[in-house]
Antibody, heavy 121, light 114 residues
Framework: EVQLVESGGGLVQPGGSLRLSCAAS????????MSWVRQAPGKGLEWVAN????????YYVDSVKGRFTISRDNAKNSLYLQMNSLRAEDTAVYYC??????????????WGQGTMVTVSS | DIVMTQSPDSLAVSLGERATINCKSS????????????LAWYQQKPGQPPKLLIY???TRESGVPDRFSGSGSGTDFTLTISSLQAEDVAVYYC??????????FGPGTKVDIK
C-alpha cells in the first residue's frame, strides 16, 4: 500500500525549533518530488516547500524562507522539514505529499494524515 | 506569483442536484507547448487530508466517481458535481502547478446539503 506517515509535531514556544519527518512506503520514493503542505486551524491549504528526487533542488514559500529547511534521505525513504525560529502563524497541520508523476513536480496524489504543530508560549 | 480565487465561498445544494464551483487564476495556467492546463482540484472532508480529484483541469484521478468533472482553460475553471451525494460534503480546493515547482491553492469552497 502506498503510504505517507508524518511524525514530529507538537507544542513549541515561539522562536523554538522542531523537525518533522515523513516515512514513505509502497512506492519508489527516490523517483518522486515531495512536498510539505500546511493548514492552519480552520483555514485553507498552503504549499510550504518541495524537494527534487535527488535533493538537488529545493523550493519554499516566501513566508518560511531562511527559517525552514526541507531534506530527504532516499535510503531511509524519508522526508524531513526542519523548522527554526517558529512563529505563532506557523501553527498548523503539516502534511507531506507526493508529486503525481515520477520525476515531475506536479499535482499531489498521495497525502499523509498530517502532524499538528502548535507554536505558543 | 499566481493568485487563485474561488467562488462561491460556500454553497448548499439539495441531494441529487448539481453543484458548481468556480476557480480563477491571476494569469493563464495553460502551457502552449503541450496545450495542458496546470490545474488540479482536491476534496477535503473534515478531519481528513486532501484527496486529488482532477488534474490537467479535466482528467479524473483513478477511482473518482464520474459525477465529478472539471472544465475550463486559461484562467477560468469549473468543478461540477452532477448529482450531489451525502458523501460529497467537503471543502474543495483548486491548485495551480503552472509555476511548478512552486504551487498555490485557492481559498476553498465549502459544499453542504440543503
Amino acid at each position: 500500500e502506498v503510504q505517507l506517515v508524518e511524525s514530529g509535531g507538537g507544542l513549541v514556544q515561539p522562536g523554538g525549533s522542531l523537525r518533522l519527518s515523513c516515512a514513505a512506503s509502497g512506492f519508489t520514493f527516490s523517483s518522486y518530488w515531495m512536498s510539505w503542505v500546511r493548514q492552519a486551524p480552520g483555514k485553507g491549504l498552503e504549499w510550504v516547500a518541495n524537494i527534487k528526487q535527488d535533493g538537488s533542488e529545493k523550493y519554499y514559500v516566501d513566508s518560511v524562507k531562511g527559517r525552514f529547511t526541507i531534506s530527504r534521505d532516499n535510503a531511509k525513504n524519508s522526508l524531513y522539514l526542519q523548522m527554526n525560529s517558529l512563529r505563532a502563524e506557523d501553527t498548523a497541520v503539516y502534511y507531506c505529499a507526493r508529486g503525481q508523476t515520477p520525476w515531475i513536480p506536479d499535482a499531489f496524489d498521495i497525502w499523509g494524515q498530517g502532524t499538528m504543530v502548535t507554536v505558543s508560549s | 506569483d499566481i493568485v487563485m480565487t474561488q467562488s462561491p465561498d460556500s454553497l448548499a445544494v439539495s441531494l441529487g442536484e448539481r453543484a458548481t464551483i468556480n476557480c480563477k487564476s491571476s494569469q493563464s495556467v495553460l502551457y502552449s507547448s503541450n496545450n495542458k492546463n496546470y490545474l488540479a482540484w482536491y476534496q477535503q472532508k473534515p478531519g481528513q487530508p486532501p484527496k486529488l480529484l482532477i488534474y490537467w483541469a479535466s482528467t479524473r484521478e483513478s477511482g473518482v466517481p464520474d459525477r465529478f468533472s472539471g472544465s475550463g482553460s486559461g484562467t477560468d475553471f469549473t468543478l461540477t458535481i452532477s448529482s450531489l451525494q451525502a458523501e460529497d460534503v467537503a471543502v474543495y480546493y483548486c491548485q495551480q502547478y503552472y509555476s511548478t515547482p512552486l504551487f498555490t491553492f485557492g481559498p476553498g469552497t465549502k459544499v453542504d446539503i440543503k
